[in-house]
């Protein structure tokens, strides 16, 4: 078990460019999460998956934002057509839902669109 | 809706000194965790505590304890002995029982000076 593990860990991208984030949580973990978080602020749901079940997305979160867990297993969070708004650290965290409800954190993907 | 609240954004103690972190919440939930996070410069989340509504005791892991006031919805976090390697962002987080999202405050930065 090496925790949960994030790809890449920093991404330039031109505003108006799509990118796509990885993520591989413990393995056993049947719950995963994806959160941003910019400076200064803690950090702020976006969506999460029970298996490869997505139940629940934010209201904040744009059309432009998707999330797939294909066979309960990683998961990827795409950003279409990038705005400067979204650049923020991403990151994804898993739990074993209804056994210790903690939250493992990756180290998070840096997000800069300039 | 769930809210958490951290009132202090900056704070610093010496090495070896205690300090205490304030976290209050607001919920209509009768059970539900409480946790705080750690999040050194390095970025990544590192659970330091976790406090279930149910229980009276206080939870305690080593340096790391805290003061859970269910009826004030109050939970702040003690370290004793600080340490240099506790400077880092610290955040309180609240889950309802078998719930699916964690709320989180903005964030207490803790600076341990040598």
């Known amino acids: 078990d090496t925790g949960v593990s994030q790809d890449p860990r920093h991404k330039i991208t031109k505003r108006g460019q799509n990118v796509t984030f990885r993520c591989d949580p413990i393995?056993?973990?049947?719950?995963l999460y994806w959160y941003r978080q910019t400076l200064g602020q803690g950090p702020e749901f976006l969506t999460y998956f029970q298996n490869e079940a997505q139940l629940e997305k934010s209201r904040l979160l744009s059309d432009r934002f998707s999330a797939e867990r294909p066979k309960g297993s990683f998961s990827t969070l795409e950003i279409q057509r990038t705005e400067q708004g979204d650049s923020a650290m991403y990151l994804c965290?898993?739990?074993?839902?209804?056994?210790?409800?903690?939250?493992?954190f990756g180290s998070g993907t840096q997000l800069s669109v300039l | 809706a769930q809210t958490v609240t951290q009132s202090q954004p900056e704070m610093s103690v010496q090495e070896a000194e205690t300090v205490t972190l304030s976290c209050t919440y607001d919920t209509s939930e009768n059970n539900y965790y409480l946790f705080w996070y750690k999040q050194p410069p390095s970025r990544q989340m590192i659970l330091v505590i976790r406090?279930?509504?149910?229980?009276?005791q206080n939870a305690t892991e080593n340096r790391f304890s805290v003061n859970f006031q269910k009826a004030a919805k109050s939970f702040s976090l003690k370290i004793s002995d600080s340490q240099l390697g506790d400077t880092a962002m610290y955040f309180c987080a609240f889950m309802k029982s078998r719930g699916n999202q964690f709320y989180f405050g903005t964030g207490t930065s803790l600076t341990v000076i040598p």
């Open positions: 965290a898993s739990s074993l839902f209804d056994v210790n409800e903690k939250l493992f």
């Open positions: 406090q279930e509504a149910y229980k009276q």
């Open positions: 393995s056993e973990h049947n719950r």
